[in-house]
């Protein structure tokens, strides 16, 4: 129940800097998101809800980034592990995979991709880190020579944390992530 209240109050505290960002001028561009070792940031306009871990249903024969299937308020949403299937996009072993299941996120939670793109998925992270614009990092650069297609620009905060834009639209519309079936 507690987990149920920190959330809800997560979401309030993001709403009320949204309507400040907007009323100052400032606009937030992303959601910032920890999942396993990365820091990534969700383009606030292509990403939905937050919802803590509701119970999905295994199904079968996927692979192992596919979490299952969900029910939110009625509508089904594919869950997909951002982890794990970043881990898998970019070639990482079987070992970085086990890996992240040690890692021990604190919260996890699942943030609904926008109905806009129309591909009904959500995607797990581990820990919800508010919200960023621009502002916030002191550098960026283009994405690495051979990353995925949906990775966007990096950027550097003043803390030296590297966070990696991820394009939802380009995501849900890659093949490896289209492909659930193992």
Not at 39 to 49: M, V
Not at 83 to 89: D, T
Not at 102 to 109: F, Q, R, V
Request: charged share 15%; hydrophobic share 45%; net charge negative.
């Amino acid at each position: 129940m507690a987990q149920k209240e920190s959330l809800k109050d997560l979401q309030a505290r993001l709403a009320e800097r949204l309507k400040l960002a907007h009323a100052t001028g400032e606009s937030a561009a992303w959601l910032a998101v920890t999942a396993g070792r990365g820091n990534y940031l969700l383009p606030l306009r292509q990403s939905g809800e937050i919802f803590s871990i509701p119970q999905w249903h295994v199904v079968p024969h996927t692979q192992p980034w596919f979490l299952g299937v969900m029910a939110i308020r009625g509508t089904l949403f594919g869950t997909v592990d951002l982890a794990r299937f970043i881990a898998h996009a970019i070639g990482a072993g079987v070992d970085s995979l086990d890996d992240l299941q040690s890692l021990g996120d604190e919260t996890p939670s699942v943030i609904t991709i926008n109905p806009a793109i129309e591909v009904g998925c959500a995607l797990q992270v581990g820990r919800l880190s508010g919200l960023r614009s621009g502002q916030a990092f002191v550098s960026s650069r283009d994405a690495t020579a051979g990353a995925p297609s949906f990775f966007g620009s990096q950027f550097v905060d003043a803390q030296g944390k590297t966070w990696q834009e991820i394009n939802l639209q380009t995501l849900s519309q890659s093949p490896q992530f289209l492909n659930i079936s193992a």
